[in-house]
């Protein structure tokens, strides 16, 4: 048996049950492979579904979503990370409902001008959403194929070599779910540790299966330890409580969402408020004794948190602390308010 007919065999069979995924053999949903080929990317399954259940039922087609605020997507994006994603996700629904009559385009070069798509994607929903004759090249696929074939070809020029490599093996009729299978058997049998080699569907045209090797391939590069940034953000309140709020610029890292004020983030730590271009007549400064660690994907943020009390402007809002859920906040300035809060506590 070929190996697209062994894995299309185990995938009818075993396939995960996913909420934007159709049955075998099925036409899916093109407006949900978009929505959460977007919302995987650079998130896990398991982490999407929820989000996935909370959009679809929010917007239930293309146009109610490009009909929605762009803060309304964001709110509904909060802890999913990666903010450009929510944005660029926004503006192509928009783009596919202004321009090519709200039906999702099947081929390469139209998926690959609208906003946040890029080969991987559009290769993912070419193939999975019309059965597109391509295979979208993920790290599931990636380390099933390095075993298959024993590829010891390191990554990042790995993905490529296999881009050209996987086309030998695309079925005609059924690429989309031959794309899916290969996920799924990443997912559950081809592990990055251990790989299942036993009950693996094409272990028979693998060139690795059961061999000590499996679970080294594939080849990574050591990789270089994270800068750290430096910040230091205000927490400033008045009589009332109410604390300042801004809107971070619309390009760039957590674009568009609100955030404490602060000092820009730099290799050099503060040494309390010098080089702070801070001029309020407040100056009763409480330096708070917990410092945010937060992870990026290129680098490290120690934020030190100051708080105090007065009556100047320093943002371009004020919200009391119990409405924070109703502004995009990222996950770094939750951890503020956070620590704010348990350090109030224990005062």
């Not at 629904?93 to 385009?105: D, E, N, S, Y």
């Not at 594939?218 to 009332?240: C, M, Q, S």
């Not at 300035?333 to 348990?342: F, R, S």
């Amino acid at each position: 048996m070929r190996l697209d007919e062994s894995l299309l065999a185990w995938y009818d069979a075993t396939h995960r049950h996913l909420p934007w995924r159709a049955n075998p053999g099925k036409a899916p949903n093109p407006y949900h492979v978009l929505l959460s080929e977007i919302m995987l990317q650079q998130t896990t399954v398991a982490t999407v579904i929820d989000y996935f259940h909370h959009f679809i039922n929010r917007w239930p087609t293309l146009t109610d979503f490009a009909a929605a605020t762009k803060d309304e997507v964001y709110h509904g994006w909060q802890g999913l990370g990666y903010y450009s994603r929510a944005r660029n996700l926004h503006q192509c629904i928009q783009k596919i409902v202004a321009h090519h009559q709200g039906q999702v385009p099947q081929d390469l070069e139209t998926l690959l001008l609208l906003p946040g798509i890029g080969p991987y994607t559009a290769a993912a929903i070419s193939a999975i959403a019309y059965n597109g004759p391509v295979v979208p090249v993920d790290g599931n696929i990636i380390r099933v194929f390095s075993r298959l074939l024993h590829l010891e070809t390191e990554l990042p020029q790995l993905q490529q070599e296999i881009r050209e490599v996987v086309k030998d093996y695309v079925p005609p009729a059924r690429s989309g779910d031959f794309a899916q299978g290969l996920m799924d058997l990443g997912a559950t049998i081809c592990k990055p540790q251990k790989p299942l080699c036993q009950e693996c569907p094409i272990q028979q045209h693998c060139r690795v299966a059961g061999l000590q090797i499996a679970g080294l391939l594939p080849r990574k590069k050591v990789k270089a330890a994270r800068p750290v940034l430096h910040g230091i953000t205000f927490w400033y309140e008045d009589n009332e409580g109410r604390i300042w709020l801004r809107r971070r610029p619309e390009k760039g890292l957590l674009a568009n969402l609100m955030e404490f004020p602060g000092t820009p983030w730099r290799p050099e730590p503060y040494e309390a408020f010098i080089d702070v271009p801070l001029h309020l007549t407040t100056t009763q400064w409480t330096v708070l004794p917990k410092q945010i660690i937060h992870t990026f994907t290129h680098f490290q943020l120690r934020l030190t948190v100051v708080k105090a009390t007065g009556e100047d402007q320093l943002g371009d809002i004020q919200v009391m602390p119990q409405d924070f859920k109703n502004y995009a906040l990222p996950t770094l300035m939750k951890k503020v308010a956070a620590m704010v809060v348990e350090v109030s506590g224990s005062d």
